[in-house]
């Protein structure tokens, strides 16, 4: 058994770095080739249809078959010449992950024969043969039609032989099965809601884009020591291991220098997604050993969420022809940090002002302040919401144990800005500089001098921070679908401004001049949200007494965060902003549960098979020798033996107590597990998994790691932290 180990220890050390040549291009001359881009749009489409396409991309505008069909023959005739033999449908579902069917470019051509065909029907819209994915109940089995339909916003992409065509996915009766249409019912809802706003201030804003630049952390792992680890590869995480004597404590790994191996990997990675038009620009170590991470520049959100599905299933793919594994759990070790997804969101209009940064002139300040506050509102008001919006069984590692961020949602917004919202507060007319309304009356709008903010003072334990020139939300799992939280975050976004809007309308019609009405208004938002404000550390357990007292969401099992969905506010909000129905929300509350109560019977199957399997009779294995040793002993020291064995006892003791405490919880978690089992209400369920099976991972688990640390290292099974968590 403990063989293996070694042996792929042995192998795992001897690996060298693969030699990735770079291609003789340059960036910028291979970036985008696999993409159907408006570069590629242009040469294989003729104007007509490439005009109705961008139009359709950039306004909205609807596609006519027609036209559908012409896009279609240029798309099929650029991937043929690509050597594209398939084609598929590339959707979302509500599983982790994306979805892909293929089928080959042929039809019958009626003589018996085939012929080569891909039509602007096949381009727009699929019924893909998918009643096996979660539905929440939406979609019975035996009326399982679902249809995939294209979504031209996102442009269509190559991987391998097959052409990616983005898409919505949605149920026969219209409920969407995925994160993409509810996604973009979210972005429409913040750019009109954000273009009426911005209109109080430039009557030339036609378009607001919502951005999203994230930041991936993941870690790398060696495959063969992966292969050896039956927890990590079913369930993405390592259910046991003594943490390693050396792990992150010396910060050495944090912007260290990259292994070869790794860097090798990295630089496979960055060319492979910039063929595919993914701007992956920074990549980097992170706090842990073997830790690292990779951000693009930031982009349009719909585009930067796809970019995110494809890197992650490009990562894995890449991971494997450098002999390793990703990892892209949020916690695959205990004891050093897990991994995060940074959303960094912002606003920016068609003119080319990004709405949450400062400005040069006192009334582009009075608008940056405007959608700062707003933003701070909608945050305020949903924040148990957006906290469902990113809980999930493996993201539970992070939020709210012991590591960042914790399970409760606050801002951060920094000295400088604190210091500009509370003078509104204060005294709105004691700022520094004033400018004078349209009837030339004094009004004072705070001077933001340019430069002020910088990143300075960043506050690391904060889930969701201001940085400067947009949002920053922290508190994203490394293996989410960033959608989930953008459309939290986009809607309610949109039913505040919406909500500013008509308050603001109103106050002028009362005879209030723009800049009253708005500062007015906003001084109120400013006290009203206070209690979402919250500068200090995040991480200490006085935050939690003290963000119980101001009301902001505190619970931590995620089973009942997930109730946030069905609230009254989140159903409004929903309602309201177009987003989902209440049908929908129910569906999809449905799923989150059920995937939650699955996640820990797996976790709690693995533990179990491997007590039972690894840990159990190495043990035993261990301990009879100990026995056997001491029994001899006493045939050769008759006298002495009880002196001289006695270490040896303790450690037999010592064994036989944590072997036993396995043995027992093992017995009361599986009998836990049928007890949840027979439950069939999918929350009653997952609640029962939360409080009754996983704290017997835990508990497990401490007993094991405990083994570790005794049983002779020779024959332990399993490869170990320290073996697992340091790449050579
Ligand atoms: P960090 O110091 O947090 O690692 P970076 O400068 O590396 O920050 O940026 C992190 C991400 O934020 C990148 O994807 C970057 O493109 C993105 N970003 C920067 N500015 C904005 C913005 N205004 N809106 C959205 N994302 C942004
Ligand atoms: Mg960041």
Redesign the pocket.
């Known amino acids: 058994m403990a063989d293996l180990r070694f042996n792929v220890i042995e192998e795992a050390f001897k690996k060298k770095a693969l030699n990735v040549m770079a291609p003789s291009e340059r960036p910028s001359e291979y970036y985008g080739k696999y993409v159907f881009n408006r570069e590629t749009m242009y040469k294989y489409l003729d104007v007509k249809t490439y005009d109705a396409l961008i139009s359709c991309m950039d306004n909205g505008t609807p596609l006519d078959r027609k036209v559908a069909d012409k896009v279609a023959d240029g798309m099929s005739a650029w991937a043929k010449e690509m050597g594209v033999t398939h084609y598929t449908h590339w959707f979302q579902p509500l599983t982790e992950g994306t979805a892909e069917k293929h089928d080959a470019f042929i039809e019958h051509d009626g003589k018996g024969g085939v012929i080569e065909e891909f039509s602007g029907k096949l381009l727009v819209q699929q019924e893909p043969d998918a009643s096996s994915f979660p539905n929440g109940g939406i979609r019975n089995t035996f009326e399982a039609r679902g249809y995939s339909a294209w979504d031209p916003t996102s442009p269509a992409f190559i991987v391998g032989d097959t052409l990616c065509i983005p898409t919505i996915f949605i149920a026969y009766t219209g409920e969407s099965l995925d994160y993409k249409a509810p996604l973009l019912k979210a972005l429409d809802a913040v750019n009109k809601a954000a273009t009426d706003v911005c209109k109080l201030f430039d009557p030339n804003v036609k378009k607001v884009f919502p951005?999203?630049?994230?930041?991936q952390e993941y870690f790398l792992i060696d495959e063969g020591l992966y292969a050896a680890r039956p927890d990590l590869l079913m369930t993405g995480r390592t259910l046991m291991g003594h943490e390693s004597a050396k792990n992150q404590q010396m910060d050495d790994h944090y912007f260290g220098a990259i292994p070869e191996r790794v860097a090798a990997f990295m630089k496979e990675l960055e060319i492979e997604s910039h063929k595919l038009g993914i701007p992956v620009k920074?990549r980097h170590n992170e706090v842990a050993p073997n830790q690292f991470e990779l951000?693009?520049?930031?982009e349009e959100a719909n585009l930067a969420n796809d970019h995110n599905q494809l890197i992650m299933s490009v990562m894995k793919r890449i991971a494997r022809k450098h002999g390793f594994r990703v990892l892209l759990h949020e916690k695959p070790f205990k004891g050093v940090n897990g991994s995060g997804k940074?959303n960094?969101?912002?606003l920016g209009t068609d003119t080319g002002v990004?709405l949450l940064a400062p400005s040069k002139t006192p009334m582009g300040n009075l608008q940056f302040v405007t959608f700062l506050v707003n933003v701070m509102m909608a945050v305020y008001k949903h924040n148990g919401l957006l906290k469902a919006s990113i809980s999930s069984a493996t993201n539970a590692h992070r939020l709210g144990a012991n590591e960042a961020p914790p399970a409760i949602v606050s801002i951060f917004l920094g000295k400088q800005m604190s210091e500009v919202l509370d003078a509104i507060e204060s005294n709105p007319s004691d700022t520094e500089i004033n400018v004078l309304d349209k009837k030339g009356k004094k009004l004072d709008i705070m001077q933001i001098p340019e430069l002020l903010i910088d990143?300075t003072d960043r506050n690391r334990t904060s889930p969701f921070a201001f940085?400067g020139?947009?949002f920053?939300f922290r508190a994203v799992g490394s293996t989410a679908n960033c959608a989930a939280s953008m459309i939290v975050l986009n809607a309610a976004v949109a039913d505040q401004l919406k909500d500013f809007k008509m308050a603001v309308d109103k106050a002028m019609v009362a005879g209030k001049s723009l800049e009253v009405a708005i500062i007015d208004i906003l001084k109120g938002y400013i006290e009203e949200c206070k209690p979402i404000r919250f500068d200090g550390n995040g991480y200490s357990d006085e935050w939690k007494v003290e963000a119980a007292k101001r009301g902001l969401d505190c619970e931590t099992s995620v089973p009942l965060i997930i109730d946030r969905y069905l609230s009254d506010s989140a159903i409004g909000m929903f309602r309201r902003t177009g987003v989902l129905t209440e049908v929908e929300l129910e569906a999809r509350n449905e799923v989150k549960w059920e995937q939650y109560a699955k996640m820990i019977q797996i976790e709690s199957r693995v533990l179990e098979d491997m007590s039972k399997n690894h840990i159990i009779p190495v043990a035993t294995r261990y301990q009879t020798s100990l026995l056997e040793n001491v029994s001899m002993m006493k045939d050769v020291f008759p006298d002495k033996y009880a002196e001289l064995s006695a270490a040896d006892m303790e450690i037999i003791e010592k064994i036989a107590f944590h072997s036993a405490q396995i043995k027992a919880e093992v017995r009361a978690m599986v009998n836990a597990r049928k007890d949840a089992n027979k439950l069939t209400h999918e929350r009653a369920k997952a609640i029962a998994y939360h409080d009754e099976v996983s704290p017997y991972l835990d508990s497990i688990r401490y007993h094991i790691d405990k083994l570790e640390l005794i049983v002779d290292n020779q024959i332990w099974p399993l490869p170990k932290y320290r073996e697992l968590l340091f790449i050579r």
């Open positions: 951005y999203l630049g994230w930041e920074t951000a693009p520049i930031f940074h960094n969101w912002s990004l990143n940085t020139n947009r920053e």
